[in-house]
């Protein structure tokens, strides 16, 4: 392990190695021999010595030392013992002196871990820091003071009166599960997140913060964009969809006539549109990780989870006070219990992947409970949760017990399907269509299972005859002993064996599957205990009034190590106590089954609160210039990131809360500033990627490319396909063909087949409409990084790869699309120039220039000549598949037909065989500009 730079002291350090071992763990040092030790220099004793050795020198032994040399004293290495002066001064194996007092130059210990010669400890990363050996040398030169455990004692429970120090500052929290958590010390700027929003500040605009940080680093800004590229803009950034050619039209001749108030009248037409809260919603739904199945080995259906997703959308339209938003999704139901839309805001609760197959139903409670915990710290108060649940947290001020407090908190919550009426405002479009086609395939499927059930009690009757017993039927029969009634299955063959499997589960899918047409939301009840199962999961009739959970702290995380009990509670580093809470328990939430949850809702939007109204601000922030002022929205802890703007951040949040908590007048201040309104070209690239290279100061507007759901509906609004109806039933869009029938393997099964919408005005909505199924995701969507909802997205990854050019320019969807727009141009346009030139207003926004119209003229001829000589063939629809499957036990194969009714009477989306010559050639050029950097970024 010794790492030295002259072979004669490596030599020298063989012969007593473990002699010597420093606070880092040196095992063995050269040294000279005791009989030519160093001459001992005076000691320089400062004042406060004893407070140094035991502020800074033991707490470094125990952090780099004791491991080897002190937590084991019969596994000592190099005999080396660092628990005691006397042990740390004499040295290890060797018995030579490894301090001298007063004399650090001539101290080995201190040789080494300045790596003078040596190299303790050997690898770089666990170099001490230059504070930590002058803290060293500066102990040496005291004499190497180690005063008793009572004056340590003293001096430590001294210097905890202290809030801040050199070390840094306190934050005082309801402790943890050692002292030397509890009073551990965080630099400020680590946890700002912690401290009280600000509010006093120089500047009153965004701009005048923005612009200070700008000229403290000498940054030019880049000038306003163009008012073709704000108008694009705003659209995508507040509708996730482009202006028409008229709407353009009408914003640029406003803008001529007077440019701030045709900006102004524009922001407020668009948040006033329906479409912001499609947009909107959806950067919420890609934070809660909203899906409409539940994941894991079954991937059930949650049939009735596109209410919650038609709740986001309506509570953004409306501009519901954030606070009042976060009250409804964690409490609603104890907020206002005969209310529907506070019980569909529930369905926060449900969003996470959760089951309960082949797991026992203590884990699979705490499995639900710890989700639910970690969901609300990341989404409400951007605080990840998961590290605190085995221990207090490594970097932030969380101890394990506010953990655990947060988790009795939601701990007599119990989730469920519960009834709730349907709202005038929801959409019931589609119901009888879709109970239609539920209804044949739950009866076929339903047919196929009782068809061998027959065959299997024919069996089991004459069985019953044989051995001269009355006959009981499956049910009936179930406990008897194993002589006392036929052989399972009996009379069906290996296959009929794995085929009634597979129908049974067939036809509870497919009954399951009627909730969709349900007054019913996904949600919790407050209640005890009961067992759960994912397939169906209903509140009791009747619940013991008298229960009360109990709850603990889960030593490691695990279950079966209870440790000390916890009463519900929040979060103590945030030095926000609870409204009505005991003096001597100010974080403490009610022990009451009910308004535990209400309880935490309330303080985590306590305007005193210092994460959450930060939080959400952030990310507003973030979808408009692509990044927050905090770049890790869903973490604003010591490891996430520090705010680029910090004062700004507060001021906004200030603003924010001061008015209501609303999100529409925090859009109009963002989007009324320069900072927003700047280009994406300045004039001096070169120099500010030296001063700012991620643009940290927004000296620049960054370009952003399209998400997936962008991309989808803007080519949809494009070619005049998208139809603009809002809420309701999920739509199934297109998806490739191969991925739609290929077999999804579930528990004991397999998942119906993925069949689109029958029409075009079903499938092509909006894609914050289509169907969300955590173990298949649309590929088109998938490869242009729609997120996993498995797991909470609080920044859509933009990275662009192969595949996405490989799908933009050869998948069904873009062809599709391509055709669609071109259909649109020959219908509107009568010429091939007035058709290209309507082709760039609709996905440019802008006239086409004299080289761009006669190179696409010449194209599309040339395309025209290639098509009259290549016919496309036709695309057709299965209206059934044949599955392969394994029976499980014995290994058999056997099939099974599965129906797919919707391509009976399909309308597909117009396809090459389809459409003229000319089309498919003008629809080539549409690729071509869908695939354009100036459709599919926003400048």
């Given at each position: 392990?010794i790492?030295?730079?002259?072979?004669?002291t490596?030599?020298r350090?063989?012969s007593?190695?473990?002699a010597?071992?420093?606070a880092?763990g040196?095992g063995?040092v050269a040294?000279t021999?005791?009989?030519?030790?160093p001459a001992?220099?005076e000691?320089k004793?400062?004042?406060?010595a004893d407070k140094?050795?035991t502020?800074?020198?033991?707490?470094?032994?125990?952090?780099k030392?004791?491991?080897?040399?002190?937590?084991?004293?019969?596994?000592l290495?190099?005999?080396?013992?660092?628990?005691t002066?006397?042990?740390?001064m004499?040295g290890?194996?060797?018995?030579e002196v490894a301090?001298?007092?007063g004399?650090?130059?001539n101290?080995i210990l201190?040789?080494?871990?300045?790596?003078?010669?040596?190299?303790m400890?050997?690898?770089?990363?666990d170099?001490?820091?230059?504070?930590?050996?002058e803290?060293?040398?500066?102990w040496?030169m005291?004499?190497?003071p180690?005063?008793d455990?009572?004056?340590?004692?003293?001096i430590?429970?001294?210097?905890r009166k202290?809030?801040?120090n050199?070390?840094?500052?306190?934050i005082s929290?309801s402790?943890?599960?050692?002292?030397?958590?509890?009073y551990?010390r965080?630099?400020?700027?680590?946890?700002?997140?912690?401290?009280?929003?600000?509010?006093q500040f120089?500047?009153?605009?965004?701009d005048?913060?923005v612009?200070?940080?700008l000229?403290?680093?000498?940054?030019r800004?880049a000038?306003?964009?163009?008012?073709?590229?704000l108008?694009?803009?705003a659209?995508l950034?507040?509708?996730?969809?482009?202006?028409?050619?008229?709407q353009t039209?009408?914003f640029?001749?406003?803008?001529?006539?007077d440019s701030d108030?045709?900006?102004?009248?524009?922001?407020?037409q668009?948040?006033?549109s329906?479409?912001?809260?499609?947009?909107w919603?959806?950067?919420?739904?890609d934070?809660v990780?909203y899906?409409?199945?539940?994941?894991?080995?079954?991937?059930?259906?949650r049939?009735?989870?596109?209410?919650?997703?038609?709740?986001?959308?309506?509570s953004?339209n409306a501009?519901?006070p954030?606070n009042e938003f976060?009250?409804?999704?964690?409490?609603?139901?104890?907020?206002?219990?005969d209310?529907?839309e506070?019980?569909?805001a529930?369905?926060?609760?449900?969003?996470g992947?959760w089951?309960?197959a082949m797991i026992p139903q203590?884990?699979?409670?705490?499995l639900?409970?710890?989700?639910?915990?970690h969901s609300i710290?990341?989404s409400?108060?951007?605080?990840?949760m998961?590290?605190?649940?085995?221990h207090?947290?490594?970097f932030d001020p969380?101890?394990?017990?506010?953990?655990?407090r947060m988790?009795?908190?939601?701990s007599a919550?119990?989730?469920?399907?519960?009834?709730?009426e349907?709202?005038p405002s929801e959409?019931?479009v589609?119901f009888?269509?879709?109970?239609t086609?539920?209804?044949r395939l739950h009866e076929?499927?339903?047919?196929?299972?009782?068809?061998?059930i027959d065959?299997?009690?024919?069996?089991a009757?004459?069985?019953y005859?044989?051995?001269?017993?009355?006959?009981k039927?499956?049910?009936?029969r179930?406990?008897?002993?194993d002589?006392?009634?036929?052989?399972?299955?009996a009379?069906?063959?290996?296959?009929?064996k794995?085929?009634?499997k597979?129908?049974q589960?067939?036809?509870?899918?497919w009954?399951?599957?009627?909730e969709?047409f349900?007054?019913?939301?996904?949600?919790v009840?407050?209640?005890?205990?009961?067992?759960?199962?994912?397939?169906?999961?209903?509140?009791?009739?009747?619940?013991d009034?008298?229960?009360?959970?109990?709850?603990?702290?889960?030593t490691g995380?695990s279950?079966?190590?209870?440790g000390?009990?916890v009463?519900?509670?929040?979060?103590s580093?945030?030095?926000?106590p609870?409204?009505?809470?005991?003096?001597?328990?100010?974080?403490a939430?009610?022990?009451?089954?009910e308004?535990?949850r209400?309880?935490?809702?309330?303080w985590?939007v306590?305007?005193?609160?210092p994460?959450?109204?930060r939080?959400?601000?952030?990310?507003?922030?973030?979808?408009h210039?692509?990044?927050?002022l905090?770049?890790?929205?869903?973490?604003?802890?010591?490891?996430g990131s520090?705010?680029?703007?910090?004062?700004?951040?507060?001021w906004?949040t200030?603003?924010?809360?001061?008015g209501?908590w609303?999100s529409k007048?925090?859009?109009?201040?963002?989007?009324m500033?320069?900072?927003?309104?700047?280009?994406?070209w300045?004039?001096?690239?070169?120099?500010?990627e030296l001063k700012?290279?991620a643009?940290?100061?927004?000296?620049?507007?960054?370009?952003?490319?399209?998400?997936?759901?962008?991309?989808?509906?803007?080519?949809?609004?494009a070619?005049?396909e998208l139809n603009?109806?809002?809420?309701?039933?999920?739509i199934?869009?297109e998806?490739?063909l191969?991925?739609?029938l290929?077999?999804?393997?579930?528990?004991?099964?397999i998942?119906?087949a993925?069949?689109?919408?029958?029409?075009?005005?079903?499938?092509n909505?909006?894609?914050?409409y289509?169907?969300?199924v955590?173990g298949?995701?649309?590929?088109?969507?998938e490869?242009?990084n729609?997120p996993?909802?498995?797991?909470?997205?609080?920044?859509?990854?933009?990275?662009?790869?192969?595949?996405q050019?490989?799908t933009?320019?050869?998948?069904e969807l873009?062809?599709?699309?391509a055709?669609?727009?071109?259909k649109r141009l020959?219908?509107d346009?009568n010429?091939?120039?007035?058709?290209?030139?309507?082709?760039?207003q609709?996905?440019?926004?802008?006239?086409?220039?004299?080289n761009?119209?006669?190179?696409?003229?010449s194209?599309v001829?040339d395309m025209v000549?290639?098509?009259?000589?290549?016919?496309?063939?036709?695309?057709?629809?299965?209206?059934k598949?044949?599955?392969?499957?394994?029976?499980?036990?014995?290994?058999?194969p056997f099939?099974?037909?599965?129906?797919?009714?919707?391509?009976?009477?399909?309308?597909?989306?117009?396809?090459?065989?389809?459409?003229?010559?000319?089309?498919?050639?003008?629809?080539?050029?549409?690729?071509?500009l869908f695939?354009?950097?100036?459709?599919?970024?926003i400048?």
């Amino acid at each position: 392990m010794i790492k030295s730079r002259k072979f004669a002291t490596r030599r020298r350090a063989r012969s007593i190695i473990g002699a010597v071992c420093v606070a880092v763990g040196l095992g063995g040092v050269a040294m000279t021999s005791m009989a030519e030790t160093p001459a001992k220099s005076e000691p320089k004793l400062h004042a406060d010595a004893d407070k140094h050795f035991t502020l800074k020198v033991l707490p470094l032994l125990k952090e780099k030392c004791f491991g080897c040399h002190g937590s084991d004293p019969d596994d000592l290495k190099g005999d080396y013992d660092v628990r005691t002066r006397e042990a740390t001064m004499v040295g290890g194996e060797s018995g030579e002196v490894a301090v001298v007092e007063g004399d650090p130059e001539n101290s080995i210990l201190y040789q080494a871990v300045m790596w003078d010669s040596l190299e303790m400890p050997p690898k770089e990363n666990d170099r001490l820091t230059d504070d930590q050996t002058e803290m060293v040398r500066r102990w040496i030169m005291d004499g190497a003071p180690w005063p008793d455990a009572e004056t340590q004692d003293s001096i430590m429970l001294e210097e905890r009166k202290v809030a801040v120090n050199d070390d840094g500052v306190l934050i005082s929290t309801s402790g943890g599960l050692a002292d030397q958590w509890t009073y551990r010390r965080y630099e400020p700027e680590d946890i700002w997140g912690f401290q009280p929003v600000r509010t006093q500040f120089d500047q009153d605009t965004i701009d005048g913060f923005v612009d200070q940080q700008l000229q403290a680093a000498q940054i030019r800004a880049a000038g306003q964009a163009e008012p073709r590229l704000l108008v694009r803009r705003a659209y995508l950034d507040l509708l996730g969809l482009p202006p028409s050619p008229d709407q353009t039209e009408q914003f640029l001749t406003a803008w001529e006539q007077d440019s701030d108030q045709a900006w102004a009248n524009l922001i407020d037409q668009l948040l006033d549109s329906p479409h912001y809260g499609e947009r909107w919603a959806q950067h919420w739904l890609d934070v809660v990780r909203y899906a409409d199945t539940g994941g894991f080995s079954n991937d059930y259906e949650r049939s009735n989870a596109w209410r919650y997703r038609d709740y986001v959308i309506r509570s953004f339209n409306a501009d519901k006070p954030y606070n009042e938003f976060v009250l409804e999704q964690i409490a609603g139901d104890e907020l206002r219990p005969d209310d529907p839309e506070a019980r569909i805001a529930t369905g926060f609760l449900r969003m996470g992947p959760w089951g309960t197959a082949m797991i026992p139903q203590d884990e699979a409670r705490q499995l639900f409970r710890d989700d639910v915990v970690h969901s609300i710290g990341q989404s409400f108060l951007s605080m990840p949760m998961r590290c605190c649940k085995c221990h207090d947290h490594k970097f932030d001020p969380i101890p394990t017990q506010d953990y655990y407090r947060m988790y009795a908190a939601i701990s007599a919550s119990q989730p469920a399907e519960i009834e709730a009426e349907f709202l005038p405002s929801e959409n019931q479009v589609g119901f009888d269509e879709g109970k239609t086609l539920v209804t044949r395939l739950h009866e076929f499927a339903d047919g196929e299972r009782q068809a061998l059930i027959d065959k299997q009690e024919a069996a089991a009757k004459k069985w019953y005859d044989e051995k001269g017993l009355p006959y009981k039927d499956e049910k009936a029969r179930k406990d008897d002993p194993d002589d006392q009634k036929p052989p399972r299955y009996a009379g069906l063959d290996e296959s009929e064996k794995g085929r009634l499997k597979v129908r049974q589960q067939d036809a509870w899918i497919w009954k399951r599957r009627f909730e969709r047409f349900d007054p019913m939301t996904q949600s919790v009840f407050n209640g005890p205990d009961y067992w759960l199962d994912a397939k169906k999961l209903r509140q009791p009739k009747k619940v013991d009034p008298k229960w009360r959970p109990e709850s603990f702290i889960h030593t490691g995380g695990s279950l079966s190590a209870k440790g000390a009990a916890v009463t519900p509670g929040v979060l103590s580093g945030c030095g926000v106590p609870v409204e009505g809470a005991p003096i001597d328990d100010p974080f403490a939430l009610t022990t009451d089954v009910e308004g535990r949850r209400l309880g935490l809702a309330k303080w985590i939007v306590d305007p005193r609160n210092p994460l959450t109204a930060r939080s959400f601000v952030n990310r507003l922030w973030q979808y408009h210039f692509g990044r927050g002022l905090v770049g890790t929205p869903n973490n604003f802890g010591v490891k996430g990131s520090k705010p680029t703007h910090p004062e700004l951040l507060d001021w906004l949040t200030g603003q924010f809360v001061d008015g209501g908590w609303k999100s529409k007048p925090i859009h109009r201040m963002i989007m009324m500033s320069d900072a927003y309104k700047r280009s994406t070209w300045h004039p001096d690239l070169e120099g500010l990627e030296l001063k700012d290279p991620a643009n940290d100061l927004l000296a620049r507007f960054t370009p952003r490319r399209m998400t997936a759901e962008e991309m989808r509906d803007s080519m949809l609004s494009a070619s005049g396909e998208l139809n603009p109806e809002m809420g309701g039933l999920p739509i199934m869009p297109e998806i490739n063909l191969e991925v739609a029938l290929q077999p999804r393997m579930i528990q004991f099964s397999i998942a119906p087949a993925y069949q689109p919408s029958q029409t075009p005005q079903q499938r092509n909505r909006r894609t914050i409409y289509a169907y969300r199924v955590r173990g298949q995701a649309d590929p088109f969507l998938e490869v242009l990084n729609q997120p996993n909802p498995n797991e909470s997205c609080d920044l859509r990854d933009a990275a662009a790869v192969s595949p996405q050019a490989f799908t933009l320019m050869n998948s069904e969807l873009m062809t599709d699309r391509a055709i669609g727009l071109a259909k649109r141009l020959m219908k509107d346009a009568n010429d091939l120039p007035g058709r290209i030139e309507l082709a760039f207003q609709l996905t440019m926004g802008r006239e086409p220039t004299a080289n761009e119209q006669t190179n696409l003229q010449s194209y599309v001829r040339d395309m025209v000549t290639y098509h009259q000589n290549h016919e496309p063939g036709d695309v057709s629809y299965p209206t059934k598949v044949v599955r392969s499957l394994v029976e499980e036990f014995s290994g058999e194969p056997f099939e099974i037909d599965e129906l797919l009714p919707n391509f009976e009477n399909y309308s597909p989306d117009s396809k090459p065989a389809t459409v003229s010559e000319e089309t498919r050639a003008l629809a080539d050029a549409c690729l071509l500009l869908f695939n354009a950097n100036e459709f599919v970024y926003i400048y």
